[in-house]
């Protein structure tokens, strides 16, 4: 069965056919990197404005790419939830003129299904690892979420959330210490670029929630220690420092992003640990996060960066499941800027049970 996947979340516009066995015959994304980089972060009613631009031309070249038509699908799939609700409403309401278009099945996606899901896709250029046997656990880390899962299964209730973040998702803290020492949107690449030439120790920073035990994140409290360091020392100004600072700020993210999921795969006796989610596409999270995963015994199973990214094609795949399954929510789709997934971590400061 070939599957229409429709993505726009947050700030890609995306459209993929993929087969329900995860290979990927056409995945095309439109980035609105450029729309927001003067801002310093997404813009959600510029996000909508232009999914609607984009939207139909990133749908006719996912199926002319794929070389099918609308008849040659089994159904369509398209992201409901985790997002802005604009930007969600414009992939919905054309996910649904076109299935009805066809009287075609259409199945709603949870965004963060998606991403722990991607690590299943087959692209034909790309030699991707072997895929994981389940249960997996899956570090769902991106701009907007940063969470640890055990996925058991395809199914909303086959995945549980062991922890999440408290405040700030990783990438959210890249961007934001990025806007802070002047690199730019999105900071994550560049940070990662700096920090390659930078020493860790050279700046002492405040670890993120380290202690052991908690599968909790908080990245917030980092995020104002660097903007201390500057408030007293100013911007860093010579190239060495600079570095410095990237490398100190990356090592203590990606040190507690690694700890917490080593610790979760552990704790849940699994074999493999996945990454997903933008920040998967961090040079030293893969390399600290193979490190420590080879000393316990475990496998980290990194995903090609394409799938790792927003996209379309996890998200057909993800919706493939309940398609094959011969369910259609075409009659009652409805957007939420809320997981569907159960959560655990309750966000901000307080009391916690
Ligand atoms: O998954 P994604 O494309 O979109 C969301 O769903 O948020 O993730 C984007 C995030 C951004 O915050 C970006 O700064 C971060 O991923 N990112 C990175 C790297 N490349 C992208 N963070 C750290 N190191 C990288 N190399
Ligand atoms: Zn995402």
């Not at 599957?3 to 990927?24: F, I, Q, Y």
């Not at 054309?94 to 099945?105: C, E, F, K, Y």
């Not at 993210?253 to 920040?279: N, P």
């Not at 309940?322 to 309750?346: H, K, Y």
Request: charged share 25%; hydrophobic share 40%.
């Amino acid at each position: 069965m070939l599957v229409l996947g429709l993505e726009t979340s947050c700030d890609e516009t995306g459209a993929a056919v993929v087969h329900a066995d995860g290979t990927v015959l056409s995945d095309v994304v439109q980035s609105q990197v450029k729309v927001h980089a003067p801002y310093g972060g997404v813009v959600p009613e510029l996000a909508s404005r232009d999914h609607l631009k984009n939207v139909r031309p990133v749908v006719v070249e996912a199926l002319a790419r794929a070389k099918v038509s609308l008849a040659d699908l089994g159904g369509i799939a398209v992201t409901c939830r985790p997002g802005l609700t604009g930007a969600l409403l414009v992939g919905v309401q054309a996910a649904r003129g076109l299935a009805w278009s066809r009287d075609l099945p259409l199945v709603g996606v949870d965004h963060l299904v998606g991403h722990l899901l991607s690590v299943f896709l087959r692209f034909p250029d790309l030699a991707g690892p072997p895929a994981p046997a389940y249960p997996f656990v899956g570090l769902l880390a991106s701009g907007g979420h940063t969470a640890l899962y055990r996925v058991d299964g395809p199914e909303h209730s086959q995945i549980r959330e062991l922890g999440a973040t408290r405040d700030d998702a990783a990438g959210e803290a890249f961007d934001k210490v990025a806007k802070l020492i002047g690199l730019g949107y999105p900071g994550g690449p560049v940070i990662d670029r700096l920090a390659k030439e930078g020493n860790p120790e050279a700046i002492d920073l405040v670890w993120p929630m380290r202690r052991k035990g908690s599968l909790e994140f908080s990245f917030s409290g980092l995020k104002t220690d660097v903007m201390r360091w500057v408030e007293k020392n100013g911007l860093p100004g010579d190239d060495q420092t600079l570095r410095d600072l990237c490398a100190a700020f990356q090592r203590r993210v990606v040190d507690t992003l690694v700890g917490k999921a080593v610790e979760a795969a552990t704790r849940e006796g699994v074999t493999s640990l996945v990454l997903a989610g933008g920040v998967a596409a961090n040079r030293e999270l893969r390399e600290r996060g193979r490190a420590r995963c080879e000393e316990h015994g475990l496998t980290l199973v990194v995903p090609p960066f394409r799938a790792c990214t927003d996209n379309a094609a996890m998200i057909g795949y993800a919706g493939s499941h309940r398609l094959a399954a011969g369910e259609n929510d075409a009659g009652a789709l409805e957007t939420s800027p809320n997981t569907a997934l159960a959560r655990v971590t309750r966000k901000g400061r307080g009391l916690r049970s």
